[in-house]
T-cell receptor
Framework: GDSVTQMEGPVTLSEEAFLTINCTYT??????LFWYVQYPGEGLQLLLK?????DKGSNKGFEATYRKETTSFHLEKGSVQVSDSAVYFC??????????????FGGGTRVLVKP | DSGVTQTPKHLITATGQRVTLRCSPR?????VYWYQQSLDQGLQFLIQ???????AKGNILERFSAQQFPDLHSELNLSSLELGDSALYFC?????????????FGPGTRLTVT
């Protein structure tokens, strides 16, 4: 079945540091890929998405490129802020007529940015 | 604010009881999804409805059921509750039924079974 693997946290960084969170996937067909962010005590917010190979999703300084050859969708940000402290989830949606388009999530990576 | 609303925000109940969680999707969204988030299982897909019809089932226990009403709001019913059912339950919605459509999540209902 479909699966998503992302690096375990916590990842602790200083403000203005470079952030990378690795994400790899296994899926049938051609999935769409997503990054969601969960701030403490809140629901999941869509951060960015990519729907086909070589697409780059970007939002709020975060970027991720859909790499079909390495089945990866790594999240990057050039200069993190304290407000980026959260849990980040990589997810895929592989639409199958018989199975809808559920999201399959990775385990989440907690990021802590210190001033 | 995603536009997806969930009630109640918190629910505390005893083992063996039954509860109902409610979700209103974003205006215009036809698909509703339910997910469970727990420390040991992570985020797990439970069930999807599209325009009132069940579309897909995931790791949903037989004690759990859901439905989507004509006004597109959805309810998740959890019965014969066990301690292990304590979790955060999220509802999400999307405009249609396709893999490229992003899902927007509500704030969740935190269920505590004592």
């Amino acid at each position: 079945g479909d699966s998503v693997t992302q690096m375990e946290g916590p990842v602790t960084l200083s403000e203005e540091a470079f952030l990378t969170i690795n994400c790899t996937y296994t899926a049938t067909g051609y999935p769409s890929l997503f990054w969601y962010v969960q701030y403490p005590g809140e629901g999941l917010q869509l951060l960015l998405k990519a729907t086909k190979a070589d697409d780059k999703g970007s939002n709020k300084g975060f970027e991720a490129t859909y790499r079909k050859e390495t089945t990866s969708f790594h999240l990057e940000k050039g200069s993190v802020q304290v407000s980026d402290s959260a849990v980040y989830f990589c997810a895929l949606s592989a639409f199958l007529k018989a199975a809808g388009n559920k999201l399959t999530f990775g385990g989440g990576t907690r990021v802590l940015v210190k001033p | 604010d995603s536009g997806v609303t969930q009630t109640p925000k918190h629910l505390i109940t005893a083992t063996g009881q039954r509860v109902t969680l409610r979700c209103s999707p974003r205006s215009g969204d036809l698909s509703v999804y339910w997910y469970q988030q727990s420390l040991d299982q992570g985020l797990q897909f439970l069930i999807q409805y599209y325009n009132g019809e069940e579309r897909a089932k995931g790791n949903i226990l037989e004690r759990f059921s859901a439905q989507q009403f004509p006004d597109l709001h959805s309810e998740l019913n959890l019965s014969s509750l066990e301690l292990g059912d304590s979790a955060l339950y999220f509802c999400a919605s999307s405009v249609a039924d396709g893999g490229s459509y992003e899902q927007y999540f509500g704030p969740g209902t935190r269920l505590t079974v004592t």
